[in-house]
């Protein structure tokens, strides 16, 4: 496998002023060497489980990936419930990036 197509960060944000807060601060740190965005919910899981445009994705799945929990086709909470439930995905670390502050979104998201 070509070291290059490894996917180490999948950042999930829909927000383009977010994500590239995010970017810059990832790329700063020396930490987005190896990072591939998405803007949806829906193209998370069809990224993750290699899918729709990304079926025959042959690069390893992501070390990480960076969440938001309100995301445009499918919400947040229902990529992490679908990355949890399957037995290849549910060990990736999940960091919940949203400016929700709302208490069921984040009690809903550590269980």
Known sequence: MNDNNIVEVLLVEDNPRDAELTIRALKKNNLA??????????EALDFLFRRGNYEGRTDSSPKVVLLDLKLPKVNGLEVLRSMKSDPHLHTIPVVVVS????DPDIKAAYD
């Open 33 to 42: 060497n190896r990072l591939f965005h998405v803007e949806n919910g829906a």
């Open 99 to 102: 400016s929700s502050a709302e």
